[in-house]
């Protein structure tokens, strides 16, 4: 497949954007970031290549708190410019691994012909990994604790004032920031996760419509279509409330056409490679757009018809679980949040009538019990074989405790080693560990171990984090 024609045919030299399916996108994407944290040292190398191509032109525009460089890399010669930003929040790697994707596109385009059709035009400027700081121990604010994201007022942080001095440097016509959102939220009433969201942020507490605010509204208008054949009911809209300390809503307020660009969750991706796809698409689609002015024919009413975010999502949804309590029976509906980047833990995030929440995972637990599970005490070398474990699961134990060098999990079933988390014991709160079991009349028939359920009859996880 020759590169010019496949880029004819995703940027619309056809007369659609047809979709890029994985398998096509992965000849494009740059190797190495398909992973949950990016750190600078892991795009310093990429940073260098890049240094060496004249296509690209560097500037060191400052450092942050404990050194790190922050850089800007400037493409194309128009007057129109273009300012992008990306993990201004350091746990929010997706729109860095994005870019990336970019700038290999552009320096792999041989001929050249799609890099002309816009550089003439433009004149894109990118910093990546505003906050290298806090994307070095995977954390939202920078080493001083600031959000940097609320101090475009105060100005307190260095990595701030550099974004602030290059906007204003810059004076671009466009901006776009780019964000990770938190997985709970869902795209409306959809009941599936808001894989991408975007925003054009207000620029004053009325949040009026002047005609910057309208140009990045028709820009969002513009891909909505493309990100919903991509993605059906996962697009989502944040609330537009004024913030006066977030740098979208202040460059918003200088007449920059702003647009926020929040990249969600998806089902069974566990790095979000699917909205860093996405992104990618819409950063071709909007140079384009930007380029020929071709966006401003969209219609405001596909970016109204994005539904707002809504936060119903949940990480598991097991229903139908059958308590007794105090010879009470009930139908309950379970929620569990899982911690696995960070904790490695689960908990109980909800009980009761759950039916309106959306999940990444679901599970009918009609016709089972709940059964609290007991402790394995540990007291000599114990190799867990996979029979052998499955026998304690169905013989009520849930977990083990002890020193942890004396257990070998010899199985690739999860094992629950000295919670630290309270269980649950004849009746389940909120908070706890759900570890527990699911018994029928017969026997028990799954173990739910730190929020993954174990179907006993074949030994299998139904379902694992991050999955």
Known sequence: MKWWWV???YLGMQPALHAMDEATFDAFKQQGLDQLVLRFSDIAPLLHQHQQNPLFEFTELGHSVLGTPIYQIKLGRGDTRVLAWTQMHGDEPTATAAIFDLLKFIADDAQGMWRESWMEHLTLYIIPMVNPDGAEIYSRVNAQGIDINRDALALQSPEG???MDAAKRIEPHYAFNLHDQNRFLAAGNSGNPATISLLAPAFNEARDINDSRRRAMQLIAYVRPMIEQEIPGHLGRYDDTFSVRSFGDTFSSFGISTVL????????????QVARRLNFLMYLKWLNAIASGSYRQADLAEHDAIPF????MKDVLIENVRLTLNEQPALLDLAFDLNWEVSRSARIDDIGDLSVFGAYHRFDA???DFQPGRAYRVTEPLELTLPHYLDLLRGGYTHF?????LLRNRTALPVLLNPGRQLPTEALRRHQSPTFLLRNDDAV???VINGQVIELVQGRVLYRYGS
């Open 7 to 9: 880029l004819g045919f």
């Open 161 to 163: 004032r550099i974004l």
């Open 261 to 272: 660009v929040e990249a969600g969750g998806h089902r069974n991706d566990d790095h979000r």
């Open 309 to 312: 975010n809504q936060r119903s």
């Open 366 to 368: 009609a016709g089972l």
């Open 401 to 405: 405790v002890g020193d942890k060098e």
């Open 445 to 447: 028939q799954y173990a």
